[in-house]
């Protein structure tokens, strides 16, 4: 993760961090290897009995699910920082917004929230207009992080226009493993979000994202932010 000094930076030496959505656990290993504490999660049960039993040996590594917004069990401000990479881009406006919120109340006043997503400037989609559809919706509502509804016709448009064997395995591959909708971040809109619901907003910016599921890749594909909780 490119924030991910951050994230291990905000370890306070006393209270936890939080990995939401820690997948393969890159991220926690680093920061187990900085000394940190780790609270990591999945939103599925099985992954994490999974990693709880590959992790047994580990100390400083607990698993737990935890599906954003409504579905979270930690108290109010446990978490010194918070690591929340490639989460949001697959909520609808109002998760979004109740995550934000929850994000606030699980970090501790000091603690930082680091945010990575998908852009809405993903350099995949640029010619099938999802950037021209998302400026038209700000203008009827600047707060409004609404998603693409059909991202599987976005996406199949995108491929024809492509027109190569890679792009079409990628369509099949993004049919077979994603939901038809798909939120594509504006970075600015995200950081006003976070601002206006208390946190001020330290690092905003976008870079390219090489894993993502896409056939090309721009500079500006991912957006990256880090916002803290004021003391």
Not at 97 to 122: A, F, H, N
Not at 134 to 163: I, M, W
Not at 168 to 187: D, G, H, R
Request: aromatic content about 10%; hydrophobic content about 35%; overall charge negative.
């Amino acid at each position: 993760n490119p924030l991910i000094k951050y994230w291990i930076g905000s370890w306070d030496n006393a209270h936890p961090l939080l990995d939401i959505g820690c997948g393969s656990c890159v991220n926690a290993r680093q920061a187990l290897e900085a000394g940190a504490t780790v609270y990591a999660t999945e939103m599925e049960e099985e992954s994490v009995k999974t990693l709880t039993e590959e992790y047994k040996d580990c100390q400083n590594i607990s698993f737990h699910y935890l599906r954003l917004p409504d579905q979270v069990s930690f108290q109010d401000n446990t978490f010194s920082g918070i690591l929340c990479s490639e989460v949001l881009h697959f909520l609808n406006h109002p998760d979004i917004i109740s995550s934000v919120w929850e994000l606030y109340r699980l970090v501790r006043p000091g603690g930082k929230v680091v945010i990575t997503c998908c852009s809405e400037d993903v350099l995949a989609c640029e010619k099938v207009g999802i950037k021209k559809l998302k400026e038209a919706e700000r203008q009827k509502s600047p707060l409004c992080l609404k998603g693409v509804q059909n991202f599987y016709d976005f996406s199949k448009t995108a491929a024809e226009l492509e027109g190569t064997e890679s792009a079409w395995k990628l369509y099949e591959q993004q049919k077979s493993t994603m939901k038809p909708y798909f939120n594509f971040i504006n970075a600015d809109q995200l950081a006003m979000v976070f601002t206006r619901l208390g946190f001020e907003v330290e690092v905003l910016t976008t870079g390219p994202a090489p894993q993502y599921p896409f056939w090309v890749h721009g500079d500006h594909d991912q957006v990256r932010l880090v916002a803290r909780k004021p003391a």
